[in-house]
């Protein structure tokens, strides 16, 4: 199974700031790479597919990188409903294994 | 628009059977392949199954294999998850979530429903 290990596992940061989140797998994934937004109580969202293509919806402030093993998401202008947790998914082979996630705190 | 609302959840003792259902509206659902994943409390999401638009293949996580069945019925809109053999480790919300597979031919979880919380506790 390919393992997916995001880093860090939570952050703080202020409304406006620019915040990068890294997701590395254990072997190559080419661009099968997806980042969803989850809160609590509500559906994961789908933010990033393709490792760097916008979800239809989700605002310009969120990008996406990499390709191969390392792979970031980027929020620029944070905002206060950008605090939740952010998972990287790779599928490319079975099982479609997340990150262990990413917890955006305000600080 | 699309739904997907999960129901079946609810408080079980370690060892018995729990069935989950799914059900799709908005969208064509016999043209998606569909999954279940899960959130245990306090823990990150874990993907636990996925079967094929048509119902042809199915596919799991080692965590469940052997012991949950996922299943789906076009005719109805639905999507099921059996769950036997119930542990105190599979407690957790489960999301069923909709899969389409964008350019690249690359699947995305592109609509989740809200979940439904399963606990597993004597």
């Known amino acids: 199974d390919i393992q997916m290990t995001q880093s860090p596992s939570s952050l703080s940061a202020s409304v406006g700031d620019r915040v990068t989140i890294t997701c590395r797998a254990s072997q190559t994934i080419t661009n099968y790479l997806n980042w969803y937004q989850y809160k609590p109580g509500r559906a994961p969202n789908l933010l990033i597919y393709a490792a760097s293509t916008l979800q239809s919806g989700v605002p310009s402030r969120f990008s996406g990188s990499g390709s191969g093993t390392d792979f970031t998401l980027t929020i620029s202008n944070l905002q206060p409903e950008d605090f939740a947790t952010y998972y990287c998914q790779q599928t490319f082979s079975m099982p479609h294994t997340f990150g262990q996630g990413t917890r955006l705190d305000i600080k | 628009q699309v739904q997907l609302v999960e129901s079946g959840g609810g408080v079980v003792q370690p060892g018995r059977p729990l069935r989950l259902s799914c059900a799709a509206s908005?969208?064509?659902?016999?043209?998606?392949?569909m999954h279940w994943v899960r959130q245990a409390p306090g823990k990150g999401l874990e993907w636990v199954a996925r079967i094929w638009h048509d119902g042809s293949s199915q596919y799991y996580a080692d965590s469940v294999k052997d012991r949950f069945t996922i299943s789906r019925d076009n005719s109805k809109n639905s999507l099921y998850l059996q769950m036997d053999s119930l542990r105190v480790e599979d407690t957790a919300v489960y999301y069923c979530?909709?899969?389409?597979?964008?350019?690249?031919?690359?699947?995305?979880?592109?609509?989740w429903g809200q979940g439904t919380l399963v606990t597993v506790s004597s």
């Open positions: 979530a909709r899969e389409t597979w964008r350019v690249g031919d690359i699947p995305t979880l592109d609509y």
């Open positions: 908005g969208f064509t659902f016999g043209g998606h392949g």
